[in-house]
Each structure stands twice: as C-alpha cells, then as structure tokens.
C-alpha cells in the first residue's frame, strides 16, 4: 500500500485523526500541543492521533494528501478540516464543536 491510500485508509476508518508532530501525551511542537487541547476542549477525549515525526513518509504524504504545508491536520469524517490556526478559529466561533458533537465524551 502506498502512503497515500494508509493515509486514505487512517483518516476514513477513524472518526476523529490529528496528523501531528509527536503523541496527544506529549506533543512535540506548541501548534500541535493547542490542536490537541482544542479537541478536548470540544469534549472529545478518544481521538487517533499520529507522529509525523515517527515517518517521515507520512510526515510529507500527509502535507500532499491534503495539499496543505502545515502540520497538525486535522480530519473529522475523512474530511481535512484544518490546521491549529483554523481549529482556533473555528473553535471560537462554535463551528468546531458543532462538528465534533457526535465524537464528544466518546
């Protein structure tokens, strides 16, 4: 399988995916580290999360997959959402809780 269909595959068969540099635990980078607080903040706690740091194949699949050149990406649904500025500001407006209402407290 090549990077983009494991990519296409992680991103459809969870519902919540944050490509991002190190773990929900112990983010390796402050953009990440506030994409991860931002979920929570919307009450999702269970939520797939992977290092791009540990690949460096998926670290740059992943900035082609959705043709953005930032990482963390987040995906809900399959479907690419943003990065940690775009999560800030769809947060702060209520928009991102709306989209991940039916993941909160899961």
């Not at 999360?49 to 699949?61: F, H, I, K, S």
């Not at 800030?88 to 407006?93: H, K, S």
């Amino acid at each position: 399988m090549d990077i983009q269909e494991v990519i296409r595959k992680t991103v459809t068969e969870n519902p919540v995916v944050l490509y991002m540099k190190g773990s929900a635990q112990f983010p390796q980078c402050g953009f990440s580290g506030r994409a991860v607080q931002i979920i929570k903040a919307c009450g999702v706690n269970r939520f797939t999360t992977v290092d791009v740091l540990a690949d460096p194949e998926v670290r740059q699949g992943i900035k082609e997959f959705a043709n953005w050149p930032t990482i963390p990406q987040l995906y809900i649904g399959g479907e690419f959402i943003g990065g940690s500025d775009i999560m800030y500001e769809m947060y702060q407006n209520g928009e991102l809780q709306e989209l991940l209402k039916p993941y909160a407290n899961a």
